[in-house]
């Protein structure tokens, strides 16, 4: 069992003879490995003759299903020490980037592995490779398997530790063959939120390391667990619907679906096909709530994303703004034509297609329209003060960055005249900077004959706030004529205060 070239100290003799001849023995095994832990330092030179014992004890003392809290943590710390271990030795080789363990198969696109030589010292030992994979698996399965205690500091204590062990791990030998099939059904197969949360985290750590490894030898299975997750209900969870919008971000950083030449030559194309038409019919369906927040999440750092699905959203927004709108007019609030409609899931969707006119437009002018219109509607009808803030910061965004045409813009002031004496200060102060960002701009070719510029700037001159009204006062006096005269005709003249009627008393 020893090799004869390592010389070993007596203690080192007498504790190996225990653990092969009392090993069985759970009470024995524990107090031998909690020694190694403790004294992990003095044990170094001569880990190459622990290291198999302590890797074959993990699933013994800690995934057993009546494992003890304090076993479990035993396990952890022992692969804490054999990481300790294999990082100690590369800083010692002063070659801290070696990777002992060799890549599983060939692939283009990854570098080939280094082989260990086939003999080495005791000092220069390195886990071997099925040594690695069973650590890195054992992590997994503690993660998973931490949602079996009830008490919750104990759950985040293994969950955490575990965690970041896995990182460590990872961090080292990140070509190592990940076994994560296995888990699928015991993760997935139900309809409790904490083991997919749990499953999703472990998915999160292993793409952060090897996304690319990973998908190429476990395409489909990663494709289920992303399509079944979406099916689920618990994806309404809050947590759950971050988790998967996490891994799809970190997916399409890889693999951009929407070039989709690019993904045909990859590894990712069996991935994606399972996974878009299962969000288009999650979209077309009922339930779309959840996977309206997805493509929320997702969309804030990859609106191209979105691309293909926007037909289907827009088709969503015709119901979603003709079911407000009859909750609107209807006078019993509570009351509610589908459980999935509410004014935040209908301005993520207004949101998600307004940050992408120029895509709206590639599908067909008409898109644009039908957008607008329903905008139109919803600005003209809603009484929701939370989405109409929303979508007065949105027009303002369109104003200022001259995203949308003049007759849009036209359209949009006059339908947004009513917040003009809005209740909602704040909702009359964006109204204010959107009126500013259009007619503001325009001070110096506003001419006597512009009567309804010349009255939205004389609406701004009764804003609250005291910085908008000194803007609109200086544009006023900007447009004026300088002749006397002119000016107290165009003051005086009833056509430019005819729009602000109802906020000035004229006669």
């Known amino acids: 069992?020893?090799?004869?070239?390592?010389?070993?100290?007596?203690?080192?003799?007498?504790?190996?003879?225990?653990?092969?001849?009392?090993?069985?023995?759970?009470?024995?095994?524990i107090h031998?490995?909690?020694?190694?832990?403790?004294?992990?330092?003095?044990?170094?030179?001569?880990?190459?003759?622990?290291?198999?014992?302590?890797?074959?004890?993990?699933?013994?003392?800690?995934?057993?299903?009546?494992?003890p809290l304090e076993n479990r943590d035993l396990a952890l710390q022992i692969v804490e020490v054999i990481i300790g271990w294999e990082k100690k030795r590369r800083e010692e080789e002063g070659n801290p980037d070696v990777e002992p363990v060799p890549l599983v198969g060939n692939r283009?696109?990854?570098?080939?592995?280094?082989?260990?030589p086939l003999e080495f010292t005791t000092q220069s030992y390195a886990p071997k490779k099925n040594h690695i994979e069973n650590m890195i698996n054992f992590l997994i399965s503690i993660i998973a398997t931490a949602t079996s205690f009830r008490i919750k500091e104990q759950k985040e204590f293994l969950s955490e530790k575990g965690a970041q062990l896995l990182r460590d791990a990872f961090d080292l030998w990140p070509g190592v063959n990940t076994k994560f099939?296995?888990?699928?059904?015991?993760?997935?197969?139900?309809?409790?939120?904490?083991?997919?949360?749990t499953g999703l985290n472990i998915l999160k750590i292993i793409l952060e390391y090897q996304i690319e490894l990973f998908v190429y030898e476990h395409s489909e299975t990663l494709s289920k667990i992303i399509c079944t997750c979406l099916h689920k209900q618990v994806i309404n969870s809050i947590d759950v619907t971050e988790d998967i919008s996490e891994i799809m971000k970190m997916l399409v950083a890889v693999y951009p679906v929407w070039d989709s030449e690019a993904i045909e030559k990859s590894a990712a194309s069996t991935l994606f096909h399972p996974i878009m038409k299962t969000m288009e019919d999650l979209l077309s369906g009922d339930n779309y709530n959840s996977i309206i927040n997805v493509f929320d999440l997702i969309c804030a750092e990859y609106p191209q994303f979105l691309f293909p699905f926007i037909p289907s959203l827009m088709s969503k927004l015709e119901l979603m703004v003709k079911l407000h709108v009859i909750e609107t007019d209807d006078n019993d609030k509570s009351k509610k034509s589908n459980p999935q409609q509410t004014p935040q899931i209908l301005w993520k969707c207004i949101k998600l297609l307004g940050n992408q006119l120029d895509s709206l437009e590639k599908w067909g002018s008409k898109f644009l329209e039908l957008y607008m219109r329903k905008i139109l509607i919803i600005v003209e009808k809603s009484t929701d003060e939370t989405l109409l803030k929303d979508l007065l910061q949105l027009f303002l965004k369109w104003t200022e960055d001259e995203q949308i045409s003049t007759e849009h813009t036209v359209l949009l002031i006059k339908k947004m005249k009513r917040f003009d004496i809005a209740r909602s200060v704040e909702i009359q102060s964006i109204y204010f900077d959107v009126i500013y960002s259009v007619y503001g701009k325009k001070k110096d070719e506003i001419n006597a004959e512009d009567y309804n510029i010349l009255g939205a700037i004389i609406i701004g001159l009764s804003a609250t706030n005291s910085t908008q009204r000194n803007k609109f006062f200086e544009?006023?006096?900007?447009?004026?004529?300088?002749?006397?005269?002119?000016?107290?005709?165009?003051?005086?003249n009833s056509n430019t205060w005819n729009s602000a009627g109802h906020i000035y008393w004229i006669k």
Request: glycine share 4%; aromatic share 8%; net charge neutral.
């Open 108 to 116: 283009a696109g990854i570098s080939p592995p280094l082989v260990m």
């Open 475 to 492: 544009v006023y006096n900007d447009s004026l004529p300088l002749s006397l005269t002119e000016r107290l005709m165009l003051v005086f």
């Open 1 to 29: 069992v020893l090799t004869k070239s390592i010389q070993k100290s007596v203690w080192i003799r007498l504790t190996t003879k225990v653990i092969i001849e009392d090993g069985h023995l759970l009470v024995q095994l």
């Open 32 to 67: 031998l490995l909690h020694q190694i832990v403790i004294h992990h330092e003095l044990v170094y030179p001569d880990r190459s003759t622990f290291v198999t014992y302590m890797v074959l004890s993990l699933g013994k003392i800690g995934l057993m299903t009546n494992s």
């Open 181 to 197: 099939t296995y888990l699928f059904e015991q993760l997935f197969s139900g309809n409790l939120q904490e083991p997919i949360i």
